[in-house]
């Protein structure tokens, strides 16, 4: 089955330092990868996406890149603000799927002053 | 996109009651889903609710337990029954335009106590 693997946190950084959050998945086919965002006390948005290989899904100055031959789509940021923490999800939609969205667990990104 | 919008943000209920969540959608919506987060941990799909049909339970969750309301394209229901502790979660609902959008918007979400 479909499964999503993200790197345990949380993850703690300084302001303006650089974030890598690992994301790596298992699918058959070529899913939609997705990465949501979901802030102190709110609902998930969504973040950015990307569905195919070798897409770039951009917003907010994050970035990830849709690895085939990686089966990955890790989430960068160049440089982080305080307003970036959160809980970030990394997701798939695997083809045939009905629409289902398989989460990873979650990676909480703390950035301190 | 679409606004998304659930009934009530919170509650804090006793064992063995029911509680029903509404999610109302400010446009029409062919598929509808509703996901159980648990504390620190990530969503599980309950069921996903399409308009004119029964609801499509995951593993695990039966709709006796979770039974689901879907009356018209901008309106669902989810009600948690006969509520144990182990049901304290946030249940969230979310929305996908069309069977073909492979987006999906949340609503920001119900946070169920059971005590």
């Known amino acids: 089955g479909n499964s999503v693997t993200q790197m345990e946190g949380p993850v703690t950084l300084s302001e303006e330092a650089f974030l890598t959050i690992n994301c790596t998945y298992t699918?058959?086919?070529?899913?939609?990868l997705f990465w949501y965002v979901q802030y102190p006390g709110e609902g998930l948005q969504l973040l950015l996406k990307?569905?195919?290989?070798?897409d770039k899904g951009s917003n907010k100055g994050f970035e990830a890149t849709y690895r085939k031959e990686t089966t990955s789509f890790h989430l960068e940021k160049g440089s982080v603000q305080v307003s970036d923490s959160a809980v970030y999800f990394c997701?798939?939609?695997?083809?045939?799927?009905?629409?289902?969205?398989?989460f990873g667990t979650g990676t909480q990104l703390k950035v301190e002053l | 996109s679409a606004v998304i919008s659930q009934k009530p943000s919170r509650d804090i209920c006793q064992r063995g009651t029911s509680l029903t969540i509404q999610c109302q959608v400010d446009?029409?919506?062919?598929?509808m889903f509703w996901y159980r987060q648990q504390p620190g941990q990530s969503l599980t799909l309950i069921a996903t609710?399409?308009?004119?049909?029964?609801?499509?339970?995951e593993s695990g969750f039966v709709i006796d337990k979770f039974p689901i309301s879907r009356p018209n394209l901008t309106f669902s229901t989810l009600t948690v029954s006969n509520m144990s502790p182990e049901d304290s979660s946030i249940y969230l609902c979310?929305?996908?335009?069309?069977?073909?959008?492979?987006?999906?918007?949340f609503g920001p979400g119900t946070r169920l106590t059971v005590l």
């Open positions: 446009s029409q919506v062919t598929m």
């Open positions: 990307a569905t195919k290989a070798d």
């Open positions: 609710a399409n308009q004119g049909s029964e609801a499509t339970y």
């Open positions: 997701a798939l939609r695997s083809t045939g799927g009905g629409n289902k969205l398989t």
């Open positions: 699918a058959t086919g070529y899913p939609s």
């Open positions: 979310s929305v996908a335009p069309t069977v073909s959008t492979d987006t999906q918007y």
